[in-house]
């Protein structure tokens, strides 16, 4: 198999699968219509409700379309797929690639839907914020790309999804991602602000304000990363060994 092939097979079975695409795009648009359409005029946070909520749902249908592809690393093993591609020309690398290009190539339409949504219920940014506010969004989500893919050499395809369900609703929950904090102040909201979820959260005030994102918000997201990397190479290479 050629890496395009291998890119064009990877990218064609997640978009073909229902519940990823009702979880990343019918289920956060949904909850943002239910839920901003009756606080349209409403602030939080220090900006508008609907801006918050349109990017809170943003940050939900990516974490859940960025560690999706883990389920297909999970099913590779279990049938046998991932010893096949050892003894094809296939590098490794660029199944690892292609998974992390398909998790990417999921938000897209996330991030698209909904700030659609939050336009038609009169979130205003100019051209160049709404690609700021997407581009932090892209950056801020590669921890649970990274999460996804360790899931996948390291869980069975069977426990897999109510694992990464559980992970990204906890993730939302300290986040802010259901449109409440769980506190503004004292070691919680340390712990919130260590998160990446968080950071997500607030991109969109960062973007309507104006302001850098802060520097905290990059420290914690490199953090996360320099963590995780290392532990997806040596669950790759035991995934590897057993297969």
Do not use: C
């Not at 940050?59 to 003894?87: C, E, K, N």
């Not at 369900?165 to 602000?193: E, H, N």
């Not at 104006?210 to 520097?215: E, F």
């Not at 190479?233 to 057993?242: D, I, Y």
């Amino acid at each position: 198999m050629s890496s395009a092939t291998h890119f064009k097979y990877e990218i064609l079975r997640t978009v073909r699968n229902r519940l990823v695409l009702g979880v990343t795009l019918a289920l956060p648009l949904g909850l943002f219509y239910g839920v901003a359409s009756s606080q349209r005029h409403a602030t939080f946070n220090g900006t508008s409700f609907p801006l918050y909520f349109m990017t809170a749902m943003a940050v939900y249908g990516a974490m859940f379309a960025v560690v999706s592809p883990g389920a297909h690393t999970a099913r590779d093993r279990s049938l046998g797929w991932t010893r096949q591609m050892m003894i094809t020309p296939l590098r490794a690398r660029t199944d690892v690639t292609a998974k992390v290009v398909t998790a990417y190539l999921l938000v897209l339409p996330t991030l698209i839907l909904l700030f659609l949504a939050g336009a038609s219920l009169g979130v205003r940014l100019g051209a160049a914020r709404w690609l700021e506010l997407g581009g932090l969004l892209l950056a801020g989500i590669a921890p649970f790309v990274v999460m996804g893919l360790i899931l996948g050499y390291l869980m069975s395809a069977d426990a897999l999804t109510p694992a990464t369900g559980g992970i990204v609703i906890l993730f939302a929950l300290f986040g802010g991602v259901y449109g409440f904090q769980l506190a503004t102040s004292g070691p919680l909201f340390d712990v919130m602000k260590a998160l990446p979820s968080y950071w997500l959260v607030q991109a969109g005030k960062t973007a309507v304000g104006g302001a850098a994102w802060p520097g905290q918000a990059w420290l914690v997201l490199a953090s996360w990363l320099m963590v995780l990397v290392p532990i997806a190479v040596v669950a790759f290479r035991r995934s590897a060994a057993r297969a």
